[in-house]
């Protein structure tokens, strides 16, 4: 039984020394090399090549290398073979960091106090405490919920959006379509965290906007294609948005001449806000494995139709 590794080499061959330490009975190659393709059970990658079950006849797994699914699209993944994204701590911490980052930096003003910097002003603003600045996690799965953990500590009062109630302690949650309105008229800074989806495409768009309080910041940290960049700026010239920061774009990265480069109420990312870690990620890899061997669920286990 065989891992055909297909992404990044670095981490691909710290996956690979660890293996087979504790796991001499996993064979773990990376890519080009396959060892015997009618042994690969489980492909881990970003990208499905073509000709899977030509390369791979007894492929069973696809491992996400990341977070996210939304790469693969139904009619790629081969009837019968399961998709499982990534779920790991290190991924998890990096998101909290950079949404915390990010809350911090919008609720202390770091905007305005960066500009007045460049115009050589020393002036100071009201602080509002923590406990005033309301946040939303729009997307209130493992990455919402990690960086609400972060930020309800901090004093910040939470609030999350899913299509599922959740009841986490000291988070409130709303969940469905219904529920959106109150959800969004409810966050000074709107944090989003959502998956890819055909009901998450073009998401963050004018209506949405209009639906937060006046003067709201957007931190946008899910995909590129749930944001609407026109109406970002219409939101940001009109006052309705005051500041966003953006770490996913559609595309990525944006062409040369796209205003969010030089917009002075943006602050834009490329795409850096998680990444799965090597050395804590391999860990959930081997325990899935064991998992899919003893017939279990695997952690992440994506549901292709739902899409996430
Ligand atoms: P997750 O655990 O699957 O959480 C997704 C959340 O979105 C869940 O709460 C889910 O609700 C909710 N949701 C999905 N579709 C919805 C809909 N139509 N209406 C309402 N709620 C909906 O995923 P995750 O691990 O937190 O990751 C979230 C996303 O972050 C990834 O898919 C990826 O796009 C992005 N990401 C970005 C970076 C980066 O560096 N910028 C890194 C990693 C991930 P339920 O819980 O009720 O199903
Ligand atoms: C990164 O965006 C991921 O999905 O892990």
């Not at 981490?11 to 020394?17: D, E, F, H, L, M």
């Not at 080009?32 to 007894?58: A, C, M, Q, S």
């Not at 062409?255 to 806000?273: C, E, K, M, N, V």
Request: aromatic fraction near 8%; include cysteine.
């Amino acid at each position: 039984m065989s891992i055909v590794y297909w992404s990044d080499a670095q981490r691909g061959q710290i996956w690979q020394a660890w293996l087979a330490q504790v796991a001499p009975d996993i064979d773990m190659y990376l890519w080009p090399e396959t060892g015997d393709p009618d042994k690969v059970r489980y492909l881990v990658t970003w990208e499905i090549p073509d000709n899977l079950l030509t390369r791979f006849p007894h492929l069973e797994v696809i491992f996400s290398v990341g977070a996210g699914a939304d790469q693969f699209t139904a009619n790629q993944v081969p009837h019968g073979i399961n998709v499982v994204r990534m779920i790991e701590p290190g991924l998890m911490d990096d998101m909290a960091a950079y949404i915390t980052f990010s809350v911090i930096s919008l609720h202390r003003g770091m905007p305005r106090y960066l500009r007045q910097q460049q115009q050589q002003q020393w002036l100071k603003h009201e602080a509002i405490a923590a406990s005033r600045c309301r946040i939303g996690l729009l997307g209130f799965g493992n990455l919402g919920q990690a960086s609400a953990q972060v930020l309800t500590t901090l004093g910040y009062p939470c609030s999350g959006w899913s299509r599922t109630q959740k009841h986490i302690e000291a988070v409130t949650s709303y969940f469905g379509d219904d529920q959106l309105a109150d959800f969004l008229s409810s966050c000074d800074i709107l944090v989003c965290l959502l998956p890819l989806t055909d009901l998450t495409r073009g998401l963050l768009n004018r209506d949405l906007f209009k639906q937060l309080p006046k003067g709201a910041c957007l931190v946008h940290a899910g995909r590129g294609q749930q944001l609407n960049h026109q109406d970002l700026l219409d939101a940001l010239d009109s006052g309705q948005i005051s500041h966003a920061i953006i770490d996913v774009t559609d595309p990525e990265p944006l062409q040369a001449d796209h205003p969010f480069w030089t917009h002075p109420s943006i602050w834009l990312t490329p795409h850096i806000a998680s990444e799965t870690h090597a050395e804590t990620s391999v860990k959930v890899l081997l325990d899935n494995i064991r998992r899919h061997q003893q017939g279990l669920t695997m952690v992440g286990l994506v549901d292709m139709k739902r899409g996430y």
